[in-house]
């Protein structure tokens, strides 16, 4: 998954970021009996996600592959699953 640079960009760090902070406030509340504290902490959980959705549009995220880029790679791919003959081993 590394090599593929899936999601190391900008937006997905930036969103990313704010959702976990957004998740240490909510649980931080929720244990301390806050409701108001706790749906504050949710508010800004989905601020991270409109804050990453708004930097991707913006050409901050991950570009898109083409039809011929995912067929070129696909192709390209080493065969995953190889034939390999069964022994079975019997003692006398």
Known sequence: MA????GHTPAAWTGVTIAFI???IAGVF???ANPLG???GIVVIL???VVGGAMKAAGLGMPKESEAQVRAR???APATATAQPVTAETSA
């Open 22 to 24: 957004g998740f240490c």
């Open 47 to 49: 601020l991270g996600g």
């Open 74 to 76: 696909v192709q390209a």
């Open 30 to 32: 929720m244990v301390a």
């Open 3 to 6: 090599g593929s640079s899936h």
């Open 38 to 40: 706790f749906w504050g």
